[in-house]
């Protein structure tokens, strides 16, 4: 009963290198998504696909671009990495919009 | 910008004891979930609660909507040690539209 894996679950970067983050779940829900959570800032949606084949932004999307890859993955990726960036990034999954959310365990990604 | 805006920020309670957290928000939404994360995790769903609901009960969580004050309140009964974890509501606006997260009740229960 994995869920949503996420991998992988620790990273440190230099500034301006690259890196995807993978997510995969086994629930068969059809939408995903990516957030990050900062101290004081609780969690900030960057990306998320309402079913496969579709990706629309959402509140921070700048610096970041996604892919839903088939139903069950969907990844995130930074293609020059910033400091800024630095955060734990958390991917979920629902059966559709308007139902709860079921979250991995994340991502700590740190940007030197 | 933060829909929903919990209160307290963190909450030390005895084990047995009962807590409450509060959610406020501002414009007005479809739906309020209520969500749990232990230190390290993802977050775990405890509850929705729909806009035409008043109050949803699950185990000792018992949560109560008030629309026309916009906000919301996570009753848990009989505390244990095990509920140390934060607390967040998320607000969805309109059917479709994203959650929005509060940045969390941090919750202590002492043995």
């Known amino acids: 009963n994995a869920g949503v894996t996420q991998t992988p679950k620790f990273q440190v970067l230099k500034t301006g290198q690259s890196m995807t983050l993978q997510c995969a779940q086994d629930?068969?829900?059809?939408?995903m998504y990516w957030y990050r959570q900062d101290p004081g800032m609780g969690l900030r949606l960057i990306y998320y696909?309402?079913?496969?084949?579709?990706?629309d932004k959402g509140e921070v999307p700048n610096g970041y671009n996604v892919s839903r890859l088939n139903k069950r993955e969907f990844s995130l990726r930074l293609e020059s990495a910033a400091p800024s960036q630095t955060s734990v990034y958390f991917c979920?999954?629902?059966?559709?919009?308007?139902?709860?959310?079921?979250f991995g365990d994340g991502t700590r990604l740190s940007i030197l | 910008s933060q829909q929903g805006e919990e209160d307290p920020q963190a909450l030390s309670i005895q084990e047995g004891e009962n807590a409450t957290m509060n959610c406020s928000y501002k414009?007005?939404?479809?739906?309020l979930q209520w969500y749990r994360q232990n230190s390290g995790r993802g977050l775990v769903h405890l509850i929705l609660?729909?806009?035409?609901?008043r109050e949803k009960h699950s185990g000792r969580l018992r949560v109560t909507l008030d629309t026309s004050k916009k906000s919301s309140s996570l009753l848990i009964t009989a505390s244990r040690a095990a509920d140390t974890a934060s607390y967040f509501c998320?607000?969805?606006?309109?059917?479709?539209?994203?959650?929005?997260f509060g940045e969390g009740t941090q919750l202590t229960v002492n043995p």
């Open positions: 979920a999954c629902s059966t559709v919009l308007d139902q709860p959310q079921h």
């Open positions: 629930m068969n829900h059809n939408s």
């Open positions: 696909s309402a079913s496969e084949g579709t990706t």
């Open positions: 414009t007005s939404i479809n739906n």
């Open positions: 609660i729909r806009s035409n609901e």
């Open positions: 998320a607000t969805q606006e309109t059917s479709g539209s994203r959650l929005t």
